[in-house]
């Protein structure tokens, strides 16, 4: 079992920055696929961002390319997501995800296996 702990949700408002870490307690480079979702209210969740933890390629959905980063630092097991340029539509629960294949579908991990808690990213206009 993998547990995943998300931090940095929080209020920002339009065109600014947040950047969200996902720490997980195993050793990312044996997670194949570490990546980030979110759901909106009313809205199904859907794939934000993710990285092959092995070859270290990132893969994002066409929504946010561009505005988003999404990184691993292997020695503290941990993803990140930078998140620039947000937009009030941006507003949504993230949630971080792994699995122990590098499987990508729709901008993120494909059937992920571990899932975190959420945390709540809110843009105001």
């Known amino acids: 079992q993998v547990q995943l702990v998300e931090s940095g949700g929080g209020s920002v408002q339009a065109g600014g920055s947040l950047r969200l870490s996902c720490a997980a307690s195993?050793?990312?480079?044996?997670?194949?696929?570490m990546g980030w979702f979110r759901q909106a209210p009313g809205k199904e969740r859907e794939g934000v961002a993710a990285?092959?933890?092995?070859?270290?390629?990132?893969y994002y959905a066409d929504s946010v390319k561009g505005r988003f980063t999404v990184s691993q630092d292997n020695a503290k097991n941990t993803v990140y997501l930078q998140m620039n340029s947000l937009k009030p539509e941006d507003t949504a629960m993230y949630y971080c995800?792994?699995?122990?294949?590098?499987?990508?579908?729709?901008?993120?991990?494909?059937?992920?296996?571990?899932w975190g808690q959420g945390t709540q990213v809110t843009v105001s206009s």
């Open positions: 995800a792994a699995d122990p294949l590098p499987r990508i579908a729709g901008g993120s991990c494909y059937l992920p296996r571990y």
């Open positions: 990285v092959a933890t092995g070859s270290g390629s990132t």
């Open positions: 195993k050793y990312t480079y044996s997670l194949g696929c």
